[in-house]
């Protein structure tokens, strides 16, 4: 199996690190908002990635945390007079819905909570502090990116000596602003969002999270990382500053990050009302799996344009696409030929478009039904459309 290796920049051959055994982990959501397509669009690589490394044979263990503690909710729980908790269950349970909606076959049980890991957390923060990679301020404590040398080497950014020695508390800046970020942030006690942990009162910052929990339920190593474009920096840059500094060892052996989306060729944002989620979708009679269908008309690494005429056109394809298997003969044999030629696709660097391009061509083929019913439903163990569903 060939995938693209953001770390690399290059098309690579995966191997697993240990035996057949896959370690993955994608980067959650952060429960406060729903998702919209865009996000919905990366988990769906996910499972898309997941489902093809089994079909491989490797034995995947694969991890999705769900941020409970962040600034983002804090200010969705002041604005909306709730509490923490309130806030993270309703927007966790309206994801976990969205997910089963779109037959993402992920383990409930395999998806850590940032609030139980607050200790966890602080107790990995001293580690770093205890290495000299991290030291506090005002009763913060920040990773210092002049001590890793190898700081940049994902997203690429250089001359970061120039711009060490400044502090950013917040979780999300741009390149212009690579300095010294946050792994936990002072709150005093009493105030929302502040926990107690042996480094006094206070949170998290966003990235520390996902090194603390990757490497506490995958170990030091992993082979896969995912999440969107979006994370490269400073998210996944991060990430991997935090846990190499750890360790000394490898964070992540594959990082493979899902394009952006665009809604009629513009930027999603709840400003242009463009920003859809899956109920605006139901709302309007399409089922979440043309959404699915849709997503693999665009190969992952590049951008998608969502419009509602391309929804449409992918719901009528499905139709058809169920139609045609329900009224095929009981599945014997399959198109060994084809199956080749679909493995060849998803193999290739997860080519979904190409591989949604040879159900078609079984479906046109002049192979007797019942051979192409196999095939198919073969497929679909990789496309999850729920062709067996009719
Ligand atoms: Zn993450």
């Not at 959501?29 to 988990?43: I, K």
């Not at 580690?127 to 990679?133: E, I, T």
């Amino acid at each position: 199996m060939k995938i693209y290796n953001t770390l690399s920049r290059s098309i690579e051959e995966f191997k697993p690190l240990i035996d057949n055994q896959v370690k993955m982990y994608t980067c959650g959501p952060t429960v406060y908002d729903r998702m919209h397509v865009g996000n919905l669009r990366t988990f769906v690589l996910s499972d898309v990635l997941e489902r093809a490394l089994k079909l491989e044979g490797f034995k995947v263990e694969s991890v999705q945390n769900i941020t409970d503690v962040d600034d983002k909710i804090i200010k969705r729980a002041i604005e909306s007079k709730k509490d923490l908790k309130e806030i993270a269950d309703e927007f966790t349970k309206y994801f976990i819905d969205d997910v089963n909606k779109l037959n993402i076959n992920w383990n409930s049980e395999n998806q850590p909570k940032v609030s139980d890991y607050i200790e966890k957390i602080a107790n990995y923060v001293k580690v770093l502090q205890d290495k000299g990679f991290a030291y506090e301020k005002d009763g913060s404590v920040y990773f210092d990116i002049s001590k890793f040398e190898d700081y940049g080497k994902l997203s690429g950014i250089k001359n970061v000596s120039l711009k060490t020695g400044t502090r950013v508390l917040s979780d999300e800046y741009t390149k212009d602003d690579v300095q010294d970020f946050a792994l936990w942030k002072h709150v005093p006690e009493g105030e929302l969002g502040s926990f107690e942990s042996s480094l006094g009162w206070g949170r998290p910052g966003w990235h520390i999270e996902c090194s603390v929990m990757s490497q506490d339920k995958l170990g030091d190593t992993i082979d896969i990382h995912l999440g969107g474009v979006d994370l490269i920096f400073p998210h996944h840059e991060n990430e991997i500053a935090q846990s190499e500094a750890k360790t000394g060892k490898q964070f992540s052996r594959f990082f493979v990050h899902g394009a952006h989306m665009l809604v009629d060729g513009k930027k999603m944002s709840k400003s242009l009302k463009n920003f859809y989620t899956l109920d605006d979708i139901i709302a309007k009679g399409i089922e979440p799996l043309a959404l699915r269908y849709l997503y693999f008309q665009t190969h992952w690494r590049q951008e998608m344009n969502f419009t509602w005429e391309a929804l449409s056109a992918s719901q009528n394809a499905l139709n058809r696409l169920k139609r045609i298997v329900s009224k095929y003969d009981d599945p014997k044999i399959g198109c060994a030929e084809l199956e080749e030629k679909f493995k060849t696709a998803v193999n290739n660097d997860l080519n979904m478009p190409q591989a949604l391009a040879v159900a078609w061509e079984t479906v046109n083929s002049d192979y007797p039904s019942s051979a192409k019913k196999r095939s198919l439903l073969n497929f679909d163990e990789m496309l999850g459309l729920g062709l067996n569903s009719v």
